[in-house]
């Protein structure tokens, strides 16, 4: 059984940073696409950023030149390096693997993690 799991969580001051982690376990194959998204209160999920087995990345307008997202294929782990984040930034994030990276940036990821809280003060 596939199982996702994030970590890196935490508060943290306006400007400061963290990096989230996601480790995929139970699969004998490796994802071509993750993705990172994210859930604010009485928001809807959005997508953060994506990558594919290849490297290639895409990012929410509202992110990009902040955060960066990355993998590692031996390990089955993906990341995110969270760059001075706002308080507009906290919500509980959420990584997602699949096959493709259509899919993922849809939303529509075959796997999700539980997701890990992210929390900004000002």
């Known amino acids: 059984q596939v199982q996702l799991v994030e970590s890196g969580g935490g508060l943290v001051q306006a400007g400061g940073s963290l990096r989230l982690s996601c480790v995929a376990s139970?699969?004998?194959?490796?994802?071509?696409?993750w993705g990172w998204y994210r859930q604010a209160p009485g928001k809807q999920r959005e997508l953060v950023a994506g990558?594919?087995?290849?490297?290639?990345?895409n990012y929410a307008d509202s992110v990009k030149g902040r955060f960066t997202i990355s993998r590692d294929n031996a390990k089955n782990t993906m990341y995110l390096q969270m760059t001075s984040l706002n308080p507009e930034d906290t919500a509980v994030y959420y990584c997602?693997?699949?096959?493709?990276?259509?899919?993922?940036?849809?939303?529509?990821?075959?796997?999700w993690g539980q997701g890990t809280q992210v929390t900004v003060s000002s």
């Open positions: 997602t693997g699949d096959q493709s990276i259509a899919t993922i940036l849809r939303g529509y990821g075959r796997y």
């Open positions: 139970g699969i004998i194959f490796r994802f071509n696409a």
């Open positions: 990558i594919t087995s290849g490297g290639s990345t």
